[in-house]
């Protein structure tokens, strides 16, 4: 299962939904089923105009608008020299090592407890010979967004890329579904595909 949180799914990726104001009664409803993963936009959804009934018995209903939760930064090992997306790719490319992409958010509860799987010795050992790229995918520069929406807007996601920066997008998990997801319970799999991205 991929990381779900109290999130507005859009095609776009995830976002935090902001905190209506206080009193405020909604002129539309949005209905969806409610179960689709972080970032994976619903099969559909339906706008429903209310009725002025159904706008005042909502009205009555409505608490004290909720505070915008902040998430605490996850706070990923120091013993990996991570880069951006930038400095990676020019890295990688002029030392021709393999990159290692992480795409996370700190609002992911399966982010902030996959964070630990990089510090364990395997993973450190092989992480010397990749350039490692973590990348927050809300604040993710437009152009890696728009080169890895082709894999999904989920998090996490795990990707390898060659030095020039193309996905290899043969070394995934072993989840049919989603990919690019990897856990810390699965970490076998996460060396066993960075060891395919060391052998090229």
């Not at 859009?10 to 993963?37: D, K, R």
């Not at 995918?137 to 967004?145: C, G, K, N, R, V």
């Not at 998990?173 to 810390?184: D, E, G, I, V």
Request: glycine letters at 6%; charged letters at 25%; hydrophobic letters at 40%.
């Amino acid at each position: 299962m991929v990381c779900a949180g109290v999130l507005a799914v859009a095609s776009s990726g995830c976002e935090e939904q902001p905190a209506p104001e206080i009193g405020a009664v909604p002129n539309e409803v949005e209905l969806g089923s409610g179960a689709e993963p972080a970032g994976v936009a619903p099969k559909r959804q339906q706008v429903v105009e209310l009725s002025p009934k159904q706008r005042e018995q909502l009205g009555k209903r409505v608490p004290e608008a909720p505070t915008a939760k902040k998430h605490a930064e996850i706070a990923w090992t120091n013993k990996i020299q991570w880069r951006d997306w930038d400095a990676g790719r020019a890295e990688a490319k002029q030392s021709k090592r393999p990159i290692c992409l992480v795409m996370y958010a700190d609002w992911c509860p399966k982010c902030r407890s996959l964070a630990p799987a990089f510090e364990t010795p395997k993973i450190l050992e092989m992480s010397k010979k990749m350039v490692m790229i973590r990348a927050n995918s809300d604040h993710a520069p437009p152009e890696l967004s728009k080169r890895l929406a082709t894999y999904g807007t989920y998090v996490p996601r795990i990707f390898f890329l060659k030095p020039d920066g193309t996905v290899n997008a043969g070394i995934k998990s072993t989840n049919a579904r989603f990919p690019y997801f990897y856990t810390k319970a699965g970490l076998s799999e996460l060396e066993k595909s960075m060891s395919a991205a060391l052998k090229g």
